[in-house]
């Protein structure tokens, strides 16, 4: 349970003063739903107000407040704007110009009497002039006006100034709370309390310390929360699982295993073999052999009398790992069973027998796996696959499926920065894939421009026509499944004029059932071009298509390119992927394409996406509903990650865990950061 006294802070936003149901909706939009979401909300910039006694014309483009009296009101004719010519203390002009409301203005600045006013000083012609003043005020309310005033991220419908007192009011109902961080760590950093570093961050967005202090509060809660998840998993006591190679030894592979693979193997059995149960991230780029190593794994856990589990993030991926797997293992006395959302009525009560009775050896699925009606007779070993759509919380919860808590093996294709593999799987031992399979080649990418959609047409019709196969990737136009629809199934019946019926399309709004035709009509060949939106980034495999198309490519995060990038190179056919670009590039997208072209190493993409982009988005965290950092950045991550990890090793090891003085006040700040889950587990640990 939440510590009561956090209660003011998860509360409604809606129980802020002055919050009616239009203001709500942009601090939803911004997902600012509880207290404690404004009160992370930090400013990302701030404005300096200059107090000058006379209009200077160096000050042109900056930000000033000065003293001044309205002479003369002029209103352009039509709907033009309002003018008030004002002077200040030497007798110099400067024109205050409205574009609506003449009467509210000529209010605030009555003829004669003197304003202080704050706005941005510009040139209009040859005039100076002032657009909608930020602050007119009395003299005596002048102290009203900040001299560095902080600048929040914003939508339509909220003001900076709105927001500011929402923070004010947030900062009211901070409790007081233990300090959590070990003394002489917070001296020798020099950090202030944590709510006066909240406080100082709200009101000086260039605050270093302040807004270091709280970066760190979140990694440290991050670190310990690992530590703690951990700590539990070494205290429960697991299976050893000794396999003895009488089924792996008859596996036919499709290729001579990668040293890296034959590493990565080796190191799983070792961890297999062990009574503490297996935690491990098996780390690999696009492409480089995962599901052979997970085979291994899975057939050590049946030689030695278990079952195994593999979990997939999306039917369409379960249904191809199945898939994958039946082929590889046939001939071979081994049972492999799938189970989704859609296996109903007699086939689904069969599987759900075949895993209690223990004749079902291997199950795919994606989360139906978890639900309180599947038992397993002695479930061994959990495989989860693209590990960033599954939080910590489902972990756990597949560890409850067994007596004795199952190994667990987590495999992700979205290479992890350094920096990050230590804050998101800090509890985790990492085996990385480095090198790739015999037969994989090099995918050429290109980055043309949408002006020439022609001619990648032209080229598609020819690739078409020499028996290649293609994707057509269509962007989200915004974070709407009715748009990306649009996008996909318009692009489609344009491409249907031109190739008929050998065009098929998916989307994310597709019925399973209805989804799965297309794909199984690509994989066999009977359809040409797959156009779709991102569903197929993950994990589909077609050895034939050889030519991706991106559109709009300057849309993407570079993980998600390359991941998309990574769907084809698969066959004997060099493949080729072709970034549209627009005419108007950020600076980010256009660095995103350019690194895209050089390379297909994908931890040196993890490395500049990271730096491009961030922590939380390259964990997907978006899709995951994993805490996401709000308070450190990516380098503050990095820098202080390793101090964190020192740090909750210190309050575990030395100050009596959660128990101790220290511990009591780090347990309020696991619920604070909602890194919670670890809390529960010391608990059922």
Same mark, same amino acid.
């Given at each position: 349970?939440?510590?009561?006294? !956090? ?77 008030? +010519? ?130 760190? /509060? ?76 997970? !085979? ?25 790992? +199945? ?84 190994? !667990? ?144 490519? /300057? ?113 309020? !700040?696991? +619920? ?14």
């Amino acid at each position: 349970m939440r510590p009561d006294i !956090l209660n003011p802070l998860f509360a409604e936003v809606e129980a802020l003063k002055g919050i009616g149901p239009q203001l709500a909706k942009p601090l939803h939009r911004l997902k600012l739903d509880r207290v404690v979401d404004v009160l992370f909300h930090l400013p990302v910039s701030w404005i300096d107000r200059k107090k000058v006694e006379r209009l200077d014309e160096g000050d042109v483009g900056r930000t000033i407040t000065v003293a001044l009296t309205p002479r003369d009101y002029r209103q352009a004719g039509g709907r033009g704007p309002f003018r008030v +010519y004002a002077e200040d203390a030497g007798g110099d002009y400067v024109t205050l110009t409205y574009f609506n409301n003449p009467g509210w203005a000529k209010k605030q600045l009555p003829l004669g009497e003197t304003r202080i006013v704050s706005g941005k000083l510009d040139r209009y012609g040859q005039e100076l002039q002032i657009v909608h003043p930020d602050y007119v005020l009395k003299a005596d309310e002048a102290a009203q006006i900040p001299e560095r005033e902080p600048v929040y991220p914003l939508s339509e419908g909220l003001t900076n100034h709105r927001l500011g007192d929402l923070a004010g009011q947030a900062l009211a109902r901070l409790p007081a709370l233990d300090e959590w961080i070990e003394p002489s760590l917070k001296a020798q950093q020099d950090w202030p309390d944590w709510a006066e570093a909240l406080a100082t961050a709200h009101r000086d967005p260039a605050a270093a310390t302040a807004r270091e202090r709280l970066a760190y /509060d979140e990694v440290f809660a991050n670190q310990l929360a690992l530590m703690l998840v951990r700590a539990s998993s070494r205290r429960r006591k697991g299976v050893p699982l000794w396999g003895d190679g009488s089924l792996s030894g008859k596996l036919k592979l499709p290729y001579e295993p990668t040293t890296a693979q034959r590493g990565a193997v080796r190191e799983i059995e070792g961890d297999l073999e062990q009574e503490v149960p297996m935690l491990r991230l098996l780390q690999g780029d696009v492409g480089s052999g995962k599901t052979l190593v997970a !085979l291994m794994a899975m057939l050590a856990a049946v030689e030695a009398g278990a079952q195994a589990a593999m979990l997939a993030p999306t039917e369409l991926l379960a249904r191809q790992h +199945y898939d994958t797997l039946t082929r590889l293992l046939g001939g071979l006395p081994v049972n492999v069973a799938i189970l989704t959302g859609r296996e109903k009525g007699r086939a689904r009560e069969s599987c759900l027998m075949g895993l209690a009775d223990g004749s079902i050896h291997i199950l795919v699925g994606t989360h139906a796996i978890f639900q309180q009606a599947v038992s397993y007779k002695r479930l061994g070993l959990a495989v989860v696959d693209e590990q960033h759509r599954f939080g910590v919380a489902q972990r756990m919860m597949l560890s409850q499926k067994a007596e004795r808590p199952p190994h !667990l093996l987590v495999m992700t294709a979205t290479p992890i920065p350094r920096t990050l593999t230590l804050t998101h799987y800090g509890e985790m031992d990492v085996s990385r894939l480095d090198e790739m399979p015999p037969g994989r080649q090099p995918v050429e990418t290109r980055v043309i421009s949408e002006d020439r959609l022609s001619e990648v047409v032209d080229g598609l019709g020819r690739h078409l026509a020499g028996g290649g196969q293609a994707y057509w990737v269509c962007p989200l136009v915004e974070e709407s499944e009715t748009s990306d629809l649009a996008a996909a199934e318009e692009r489609a019946r344009v491409l249907r004029l031109r190739f008929g019926d050998a065009v098929g399309v998916v989307h994310g709004r597709m019925k399973g059932p209805e989804k799965d035709a297309v794909m199984e009509a690509f994989a066999g060949g009977r359809i040409g071009v797959l156009v779709a939106t991102t569903v197929i980034e993950v994990g589909v495999d077609v050895p034939n298509a050889s030519l991706m198309i991106v559109e709009h490519a /300057d849309r993407f995060g570079l993980a998600q390119l390359h991941q998309l990038r990574g769907r084809v190179g698969r066959g004997e056919a060099k493949s080729v992927c072709l970034l549209l670009r627009g005419n108007v590039l950020s600076e980010t997208a256009r660095a995103r394409l350019s690194l895209m072209r050089e390379t297909n190493d994908g931890f040196r993409i993890a490395e500049e996406d990271l730096r491009l982009r961030g922590a939380g988005e390259i964990l997907g965290t978006r899709q995951s509903g994993e805490a996401q950092f709000r308070l450190a950045g990516p380098e503050q991550i990095g820098e202080l990650a390793p101090m964190a990890m020192d740090d909750a090793r210190l309050l575990v090891d030395r100050d009596g865990g959660l128990e101790g003085e220290r511990g009591r006040a780090a347990r309020v !700040l696991l +619920y604070l950061m909602e890194r919670d889950a670890a809390v529960g587990l010391l608990r059922g640990g």
